[in-house]
């Protein structure tokens, strides 16, 4: 089997959903098809030049950044949600038409 070879642009993005968007490594690797040791190599090469200095605590600039954060775990929860309901009612219709 060759090797696969990812631009610097995947990796990235690959990177940032870890990262920023605080999806789990397992979940990424899944989704994108790559191995954990390729995630987890291309995460500590990156690490250095994404990490921006953390501002102090109570700090405008700080707030701001942790509501920004907030907001994407927010919206991710309201979709997950939103999935969940339209999975439970397709699952609930299966259930009453398997009994009549």
Known sequence: MARKIYDDSFKDEACRL????????SEVC???????QA?????RKRRPAMTPPQPLPDSP?????????????????????EILKKAT?????LESETKR
Do not use: N
């Open 18 to 25: 870890v990262t920023e968007q605080k999806y789990p490594k």
């Open 39 to 43: 995630l987890d190599d291309w995460l």
């Open 30 to 36: 899944r989704k994108l098809g790559i191995s954990a």
């Open 61 to 81: 600039e700080a707030m701001k950044t942790r509501i920004r954060e907030l907001e994407k775990q927010l919206a991710r929860a309201e979709q997950e949600r």
């Open 89 to 93: 009612a397709y699952f609930a219709t």
